[in-house]
């Protein structure tokens, strides 16, 4: 299948943001120098995802496009930040830097304020996704060291175009994610919904703010046919949030897809008002 959608990887977290004492009197006033496009650039410079010269480094991860967010100060869940980066010129091979985008998103909003994370979108170009099956069975070994009485819920959605024909991929999608998180995440489908009642999809699932900004829509428009799934895991955090959505991209993947998908997960009930 071709991808007929463009192909910017979007990201875009989700939830509560208390900023610093500091920090909120300069945002309120105006005289606040950084904002979420400053602080992932740097962010991402400074680990090398990103390069800052000119010539631009052979191998940086990622063309930084855009990035901005919500911080208003009500208590309510907002998208507190989101980016759009071009992934289609970085060397051959690699993921997509699912992790590597929500890490500078997340330490960027975490310098701040205190952060009440509820959820994580991403729109991502499969055509572009590398083989990440044996990476991701490694990575099980990192969230398998959390503590194993602990149970936390959370609510996946993972959506296309029409043409991309998700809900026909739900048992490989399964399959796929149960057999990459080696016992570490329970998984099941939600049941469709009734023919009369809408659909639950990463523009309207609960815990994201709505509607997503990204410029204009983070490329949630067309991501109406999908399917939603329920999981647990022994914790929930940004990590935790990025290998899940990571290990849907491979499962996708492995089918052939190749059209841009969408995958919002999201923490099983609000931080505050919406």
Do not use: K
């Not at 996704?129 to 503590?147: I, N, T, V």
């Not at 570490?184 to 703010?209: F, H, K, M, R």
């Amino acid at each position: 299948m071709e991808a007929s959608l463009a192909t910017p990887m979007i990201m875009g977290i989700h939830g509560v943001l208390t900023l610093h004492p500091w920090i909120r009197r300069q945002y309120a006033e105006g005289t606040l120098d950084e904002d979420v496009f400053s602080l992932v650039a740097t962010r991402a410079t400074a680990y090398g995802w990103l390069g800052s010269t000119e010539p631009v480094p052979v191998g940086v991860r990622w063309g930084h496009n855009d990035a901005d967010g919500d911080w208003e100060q009500d208590g309510r869940i907002r998208e507190l930040g989101w980016m759009q980066i071009d992934v289609g010129d970085t060397p051959s091979g690699q993921r997509l830097p699912v992790l590597p985008a929500a890490t500078v998103l997340g330490e960027g909003l975490a310098r701040v304020g205190r952060l009440d994370f509820t959820g994580l979108h991403t729109v991502a170009p499969l055509r572009l996704a590398g083989d990440s099956r044996l990476d991701l069975l490694e990575a099980a070994g990192w969230f398998g060291l959390g503590d194993p009485e602990a149970e936390s819920a959370f609510t996946m959605t993972v959506a296309g175009t029409e043409p991309a024909g998700i809900p026909g991929l739900a048992s490989a999608l399964l399959d796929g994610v149960r057999e990459r998180a080696r016992d570490l995440l329970t998984i099941e489908p939600l049941e469709p919904p009734a023919p009369d009642a809408p659909a639950l999809t990463p523009a309207t699932q609960p815990g994201l703010a709505h509607p997503p900004s990204g410029g204009p829509d983070a490329g949630l428009a067309q991501m109406t046919s999908g399917r939603t799934f329920r999981c647990t895991a022994r914790e929930w955090s940004l990590d935790l949030a990025s290998w899940v959505t990571e290990m849907a991209i491979d499962a996708l993947r492995e089918t052939g897809l190749t059209q841009p998908v969408a995958i919002a997960v999201s923490r099983t009930g609000p931080a505050g008002p919406r």
